[in-house]
């Protein structure tokens, strides 16, 4: 499997629709730019859908990639290792930010065990029949996957990504839930951005003390001298320095692009996911929104490396796809602006022209104090 071969399937939205659609914009009673940001987001929907008005975002679908990261053993996590089933459970159980958000918002969720280190009988069949390996590996002395596990977690996400888009879903809402997620994430941000292990570091969804921070960024810095060796070939860099649940991400992501179903990413493992992803295929992140600002250094340094703009900065750190759900809201609000509000009539569009007109034939005073003078 190469993930180069993406670079010829994906294609950007159309450019013509987009066009189509800013002419509708200037036409709308309300003036252009009065919307902010709300304007582009519409802009783009209509593109990503090829439809000018944009269609109303109707079937959003939160979906959650799980695992467990070997390297939570040195204590780089706020939370135990092998632990990411608990978080798993409690969003099962509605007990979560997330899934409190969204049953508020009346989005379905979906979680997907990839590599959670946990007895399969623990959770629902629905949830862990797809699971490539129980836990991965400590990323600073061996690697996550095999690389053919590693193929096989990619083929995961592309088929969920499939069975999204064909259920009719028009929009994804992307997170994790992992437990030593954010050090292997951080790592693949790190090798792709050639910068140091001090730059990426962060405190994680659940919060780290200093010496924590300081076994983190050591791990990272560890983990960094096993990634740059494969740097030329993306699945080998998931094996190496992923895990299970971010290359699953990885390969949903670039089936997205490839079925144009728009994504929001959440946090800094969604942001390193969309950033192999990138690598792999240079047009796939015109697909995705940056949901929010999740306060970890790496996150900024992949957004800024893919050019995407967080819609929200409300200081949420909880992870799990809390901070891109709260930006759904906004990205159907937009929807909902450009598709429903009425545009100029022909006789209002002449009256401002013919105002226009004779404001622009009307001598200003200083024009006149001009005359009197000579």
């Known amino acids: 499997m190469n993930l180069d071969d993406f670079s010829d399937l994906i294609e950007r939205p159309d450019g013509g629709v987009r066009r189509d659609a800013e002419e509708r914009r200037e036409r709308l009673i309300v003036p252009p730019g009065a919307l902010g940001r709300l304007d582009e987001l519409g ?31 040195l204590g780089v996590s706020g939370r135990s290792a092998g632990s990411a089933y608990e978080l798993v459970r409690a969003a099962l159980d509605g007990a979560s930010p997330v899934s409190v958000l969204a049953r508020r918002f009346s989005v379905p969720l979906r979680i997907v065990d990839a590599g959670l280190d946990c007895d399969p009988e623990l959770l629902p069949e629905s949830v862990v029949r797809h699971r490539v390996r129980r836990g991965s590996g400590r990323i600073d002395v061996e690697d996550a996957l095999t690389v053919e596990e590693a193929e096989r ?53 659940a919060g780290i003390d200093d ?18 060796p494969v740097l030329g070939d993306q699945l080998e860099l998931l094996a ?55 306060g970890e250094p790496a996150q900024t340094k992949a957004l800024d490396r893919m050019a995407l703009t967080p819609l929200l900065d409300h200081g949420v750190t909880v992870g799990e796809g809390s901070g891109a759900l709260l930006a759904l809201p906004l990205v159907q609000a937009a929807a909902a602006l450009a598709a429903e509000l009425p545009e100029r009539t022909p006789e209002a569009t002449e009256d401002e022209a013919e105002a226009e007109a004779e404001a622009g034939e009307a001598p200003s005073e200083d024009d006149v104090k001009v005359l009197d003078a000579t």
Do not use: N, Y
């Open 211 to 228: 010496l924590a921070w300081m076994r983190k960024c050591a791990a990272i810095r560890d983990a960094l001298r096993r990634a740059r």
């Open 43 to 73: 802009e783009w929907l209509s593109a990503a859908q090829q439809s000018v008005p944009v269609r109303a975002v109707e079937q959003p679908r939160l979906v959650l990639f799980a695992g467990d990261h070997g390297v939570a053993e």
């Open 153 to 205: 977690a990619v083929r995961l996400g592309m088929a969920i990504a499939d069975e999204e888009a064909d259920s009719g879903t028009d929009l994804v809402v992307l997170g994790d839930l992992s437990v030593g997620g954010t050090t292997a994430a951080a790592t693949l941000i790190a090798a792709l951005c050639g910068t140091d292990a001090s730059v990426v570091t962060g405190r994680g969804g």
């Open 240 to 294: 190496a320095s992923g895990g299970a649940d971010l290359a699953a991400m990885t390969g949903f992501l670039l089936q997205s692009a490839v079925r144009r179903m728009p994504v929001i990413l959440d946090g800094v493992v969604s942001a390193a996911c969309a950033l192999v992803a990138q690598r792999a295929a240079f047009r796939a992140p015109d697909w995705w929104l940056a949901g929010q600002v999740s």
